[in-house]
């Protein structure tokens, strides 16, 4: 069992940059793949990263060069770094853990979610 809580949400102006931190619980962490999705209102939960136990990740292509996901096992925790922020990022942010080793971009492959957190970007 893997419990996930996400935190770092908030309101920004465009431009601007957070860190969205995952803390997990369970001490087959290091072995799960970890993702991070979002969700706009009336919109579909969207891939924006993902990352493997030895740190290879994938990036959606609307977030690459801006956002950065990364983990630490010793803590538990995945990370993701969001840079110049665009007021169309603005959303509710979710953190999912796979119970698998490999990177998945598809949100049925997730089988844990955090309860998300909310990320306001102004113009």
């Known amino acids: 069992q893997v419990q996930l809580v996400e935190s770092g949400g908030g309101l920004v102006q465009a431009g601007g940059s957070l860190r969205l931190s995952c803390a997990a619980s369970?001490?087959?962490?290091?072995?799960?793949?970890m993702g991070w999705f979002r969700q706009a209102p009336g919109k579909e939960r969207e891939f924006i990263a993902a990352?493997?136990?030895?740190?290879?990740?994938e990036h959606a292509d609307s977030v690459k060069g801006r956002f950065t996901i990364s983990r630490d096992n010793a803590k538990n925790t995945v990370y993701l770094q969001m840079n110049r922020l665009k007021p169309e990022d603005t959303a509710v942010y979710y953190c999912a853990a796979r119970r698998f080793s490999t990177i998945a971009t598809m949100r049925s492959a997730y089988y844990y979610w955090g309860q998300g957190t909310q990320v306001t970007v102004s113009s």
């Open positions: 990352i493997t136990w030895s740190d290879n990740t």
């Open positions: 369970g001490r087959t962490f290091s072995s799960y793949a």
